[in-house]
């Protein structure tokens, strides 16, 4: 399926034409898929439900498919890959497992287990092929943090590290891996909502914190922001909503030109609920969710709607043009960008 936007941008007696559209991949795999890791124009790899992780090394023209063995019912919300052989996958719900493969998915080694009844894992995000952190919803009111150095290998809790706690009913958003972004010399952001919606951020890779207001929509267990994203370590975006009523666009973006401290509206909102924001350029913006996805070409001041239909996540190459999105029953598709 396709969908495509054509706008105009109208100068004397000149006239550009420009186009973004949809491309489906793949479809029809039994499986919700959150999890994204787009590694260069060749190599990408999925995660998703029903524990499935997906890979493609021809740009995603054709896909190989895997479920660990002994993992089948896991909902991996969250991978990162580093090439065509290393990932690293994150599941939610509990027990909570963090799988590490070096040979391109064939092989699975568990590197972490957590069997607390409120375990729940959100995101992860590394800062080099080292250095990692993963957070979670809090237990007794203290988010969890783990954190690698030895490039997932192993994991330790770094959680006594943010000293405040969660207020009651504050959590994070599992939706696409990216309410936990990181940054460069040790930058991290994590977003929470909820009951109440707050930045985190460390400059020292999770070593010390501080808390920055959010004030996106919130106040119920389904409200706050479900993706953020930073270009630079003050430029970021965060999106989100209510996911129960995907439709609505009340107060459900927001921008920092502070790295976080403080946030305001844009102009013109995406279309609905977002559950994940990514930056092509300083300028060039996508957002996506289960109600649609628009884009902005002034930094997320103003956006415009080029589809309806329903995606989870979406990103760029780490190294490359390529984006992708992913959504349920197997659906990947790739937004082409002239």
């Known amino acids: 399926m396709k969908n495509t936007l054509f706008f105009f941008l109208l100068f004397p007696a000149i006239c550009f034409a420009q186009s973004y559209t949809l491309k489906s991949l793949h479809t029809g795999k039994n499986t919700s898929m959150r999890g994204l890791s787009v590694v260069s124009d060749s190599v990408a790899w999925v995660s998703g439900s029903n524990g499935y992780v997906g890979k493609t090394l021809n740009g995603g023209r054709t896909w190989e498919w895997t479920q660990p063995k002994g993992f089948e019912k896991l909902d991996f919300r969250d991978i990162e890959a580093f090439d065509n052989l290393k990932a690293?996958?994150?599941?939610?719900?509990?027990?909570?497992?963090?799988?590490?493969?070096?040979?391109?998915?064939?092989?699975?080694?568990?590197?972490?287990?957590?069997?607390?009844?409120?375990?729940?894992?959100?995101?992860?995000?590394?800062?080099?092929?080292?250095?990692g952190i993963i957070f979670g919803d809090p237990i007794k009111n203290k988010m969890q943090l783990l954190k690698t150095t030895d490039g997932g290998l192993?994991?330790?809790?770094?959680?006594?590290?943010?000293?405040?706690?969660?207020?009651?009913?504050?959590?994070?958003?599992?939706?696409?891996?990216?309410?936990?972004?990181?940054?460069?010399?040790?930058?991290?952001?994590?977003?929470?909502?909820?009951?109440?919606?707050?930045?985190?951020?460390?400059?020292?890779?999770?070593?010390?914190?501080?808390?920055?207001?959010?004030?996106?929509?919130?106040?119920?267990?389904?409200?706050?922001?479900f993706s953020i994203a930073f270009y630079d370590a003050k430029k970021g975006l965060a999106v989100g909503g209510n996911y129960l009523k995907d439709k609505e666009n009340t107060n459900n973006v927001l921008l920092t030109s502070n790295g976080g401290k403080s946030w305001s509206k844009p102009t013109k909102p995406v279309l609905g609920y977002r559950s994940a924001v990514e930056y092509i350029t300083d300028q060039l913006c996508f957002a996506t969710g289960s109600s649609g996805t628009d884009f902005s070409t002034d930094g997320g001041k103003t956006w415009t709607n080029i589809s309806t239909q329903n995606f989870n996540a979406l990103q760029k190459a780490k190294k490359g043009k390529l984006i992708l999105l992913t959504g349920n029953k197997g659906q990947i598709s790739q937004l082409l960008v002239p």
């Open 154 to 225: 192993t994991w330790k809790d770094i959680s006594a590290n943010l000293k405040k706690d969660l207020k009651m009913g504050e959590a994070g958003f599992a939706a696409s891996g990216t309410t936990i972004r990181t940054g460069t010399d040790g930058k991290v952001w994590i977003a929470s909502g909820g009951s109440a919606s707050n930045i985190y951020f460390s400059s020292n890779y999770g070593k010390k914190w501080k808390v920055y207001p959010c004030p996106i929509i919130q106040g119920e267990s389904s409200t706050g922001p």
């Open 88 to 131: 690293i996958v994150v599941n939610a719900g509990s027990p909570a497992y963090i799988l590490s493969t070096i040979d391109g998915g064939k092989n699975w080694q568990q590197v972490y287990k957590n069997t607390d009844s409120a375990i729940f894992l959100d995101g992860m995000a590394f800062w080099d092929d080292q250095q």
